[in-house]
């Protein structure tokens, strides 16, 4: 493995991998249509609720079958001609023949609806296994409640993993909400495993930032006083990053477990490859306090939304910088050593895939 | 999944040749741009025919994970159009021009049930398939038939390998194929893949359609080379472009046309598009519908045939081979 691979600029993406297609609510009985690791997907739901997703360009003459409608029980209709595909994208009706032909067919891709998302599978089919689907089970679990939206975000998939795995940017990027000196200054302990990184971050004795203090006094009304803060980030390949992250009351025994004298959020995050030089990224926040108010839920999710559209500004003009800059390269710090184990994941990933790219 | 059809060309090297099966060779390529080949791809080859470079079509049998290897296996057909008696010829060392492995044929993934149907050298099309469901742990049977076990290429190994999931007919030891019990055991979760003859793939259609099963989940390739009769020679008129061609048992209606300077439009060349068809307005003889194209009922009509791969011939009795003046002559309008 060359140094050079691992600090490419723009990394391929794996495809025999599970990537988050849409929210569950986005699919529908209307056909929509995303990009997705480089192709064009239409996405619909069969008459029994089942999400489907076909490859977007008709056999024919590639019109866009998104445009189309949903015919019968499976069928999706191209808009131009009305050749009729079912979910298995196979052509059951023919204009002007009495036969079909043989060769009728678009690409169907696995798809697996989970953790309110619909997973889709881009690489060999056979090897779409849902076991592989990664853990987000935090967006369906009854102990958490909670909300996320989409971003779309104009970079490399791998420029957001950078960005989640190595949190010190928050210091200088979220300044106002969720930043503080103490995340610089603070140690981390970075562990791995197969296809997961691990790492974990605790902050003693500080005070709370304007984003946790808000959560604390939710949960204890007129909070004052120091806390204990963590971050712990869990990295799932391909690209899922779960952070497990809260403050407690300062000496409370939140390090050794006891995190009841806190508040206790996971960020979600799941980004899916749409180019290479762009992405969609799913996110969600949730949380295991006063799981029945709707306007915490929806207060966190607008507040997270604001913090991580700092984040979509910066990852953009990251991009526009390594475009504009081909002739430099990445230098690697202390801080990004989880980014650089998830970098060597995916790299042995699309070593096994055969399709590594040097850039 | 990808539904690969652009041809990338490239160069190959014969790595392997050996005889598998009577009148058939395995050959065993290594590419210039190694590409995986998925269940059900083929590859497209230029075969040399009285020093004149034809494109044909083969089934990829096997290849290594990655590519770099790429096996197919050829027939040499008695009544040969010239492709199959050239790849008898070549040998370990040799270079052709290949492309990368084409895909019209794909296995899907995740049906309850596979009926893999194998037709002699269609086996080639299908083994790939068998290994794959194999590996998936999938609910499938792989039917093999044949004339004679010799005549069949990978028996042992398909044997070996599927084990109670692999079923042998073959005609000369008196286990022919039943049909009708063929598709006893399948229903509308099943999908059923054969690749063979145009005879064998004609009758499992047919009960297929009788039996009301559901079109799409009937997959089958063909490349257009078999037919209900052995091919003869036979005469063509095109009264319009004042033409009269002969067309010998080795080339297509299609290519003796044009080889007459008859301007055809055509696409596919293996009887699957219906634009190579063309309106017959005289016949003498019986026109051996080889594509896929038309439905049983415009066969019968007779109006219409498929130049690519169709052929006419005398009569439906052999005995009148070699009869001269039998010989068919078909009148058609052209486009």
New interface residues.
Partial sequence: MSTNTVTAKILPHPLNAWYVAAWDHEVTRKPMSRRIANRPVALYRTEDGRAVAL?DAC?HRLAPLSQGKVVGKDGLQCPYHGIVY?S?????SMPA???????A??????VVERYRYVWIWM????L?DPDLVPDMSQMTSEEWAGDGLTIHADCNYQLILDNLMDLTHEEFVHSSSIGQDELSESDFVVTHEGNRVTVTRWMHNIDAPPFWLKNMRDKFPGFEGKVDRWQIIHFEAPSTIRIDVGVAKAGTGAPQGDRSQGVNGYVMNTITPETDRSSHYFWAFMRNYRLDSQLITTQLRDGVHGVFAEDEAMLQAQQAAIDANPDYQFYNLNIDSGGMWVRRILTAMLEAE?RLVAS | MAVSQTQVWQSATVVEVSEIARDIKRIVFAPELPVKAEPGSHIDLLVQIDGEDVQRSYSVVDSSEDGSRIAISVFKAPLSRGGSEFMHTVSVGDSLRITQPLQNFPLRVGAQKYVLLAGGIGVTAIANMARVLKRLKADYTLVFVGRSREAMAYFAELEAEHGERFQAHIDDEGTSLSVAELLNDVDLNTELYMCGPIRLMDAVRRAWIERELDLPNLRYETFGNSGWYDPEEFIVRVPKLNLEVRVPTDRSMLEALEDAGADMMFDCRKGECGLCEVRITELTGIIDHRDVFYSERQQRLNQKMNCCVSRVVGSADKASEGASAQRAVVTIESS
């Fill in positions: 490859a056999w079912n298995a994208g196979r052509c059951i023949q009495e036969t079909i032909n043989p060769s067919i678009v690409p169907s891709f696995p690489g060999d089919p056979t779409a055969g």
